[in-house]
């Protein structure tokens, strides 16, 4: 069983629309969850970032971590074509440790 | 704001080449990371370093070794080039105590 499973996609919505973007995990030691969003020819950018449980929101983003289901959730409200990218969470155990990553969802926002 | 900087975009080497590939980083963080990225496998870390001269081996570390001679400065070799070692490579650091890890824009590079 991989330790991060996430959705490949492609996922194509039209601008304005709600988006959902999970992942799944296996390790209940994990602690830190991050999500990254990363354009094509670049390095992942850091989008949002949440200790242990709870909900965290920046804007039109909100991450979701729910630890009893091992299962994150990034939503992206009122989403645009510059949100058009690939999208990775990542987690870990402890600060400062290496990163697990999910592969990564392709998301298409189309005005 | 962090920034991490890899040398080149873009490089093309040759099969038994040495290559080697730099990161800078210049937030004063102790973790520095390498990894590669390819279409359907996502990001594989192939080493990583705690501190100067303090290196740890990643999950793909065969081919490849690493240098931390100063604290903002993390490279990455590869010994003789491979084919199979066309990638992206990405570098990457965080602070000791807490996440996230900060990326650089990437390496693509090419061994023909």
């Known amino acids: 069983q991989k330790e991060v499973e996430q959705d490949p996609g492609p996922l194509s919505v039209p601008e304005g629309a709600i988006v959902s973007l999970n992942c799944t995990y296996s390790n209940s030691a994990f602690q830190y969850f991050m999500w990254y969003r990363q354009y094509s020819r670049k390095g992942p950018e850091l989008l949002m970032y949440t200790y242990s449980s709870g909900n965290k929101e920046d804007g039109r983003f909100t991450a979701q971590v729910d630890k009893s289901s091992k299962y994150i959730s990034l939503f992206i409200r009122d989403s645009q074509p510059s949100d058009s990218a690939t999208y990775l969470c990542?987690?870990?155990?402890?600060?400062?440790?290496?990163?697990?990553f999910g592969k990564g969802t392709t998301l298409s926002v189309s005005s | 704001d962090v920034k991490v900087t890899q040398s080149s975009r873009y490089l093309v080497k040759r099969t038994g080449e040495k290559v080697f590939l730099e990161c800078v980083q210049d937030?004063?963080?102790?973790?520095m990371f390498w990894y590669r990225q390819d279409p359907g496998l996502g990001l594989r870390l192939i080493y990583f370093s705690y501190d100067v001269k303090m290196k740890e081996k990643g999950d793909i570390p065969e081919g490849y070794s690493v240098s931390r001679e100063k604290k903002e400065r993390f490279s990455l070799i590869l010994e003789s080039a491979s084919t199979n070692q066309t990638s992206m490579y990405l570098c990457a650091s965080s602070n000791r105590v807490r996440q996230p890890q900060h990326f650089g824009d990437g390496t693509r590079l090419s061994i023909l």
């Open positions: 937030m004063d963080h102790e973790n």
């Open positions: 990542a987690m870990s155990e402890g600060a400062g440790t290496a990163l697990i």
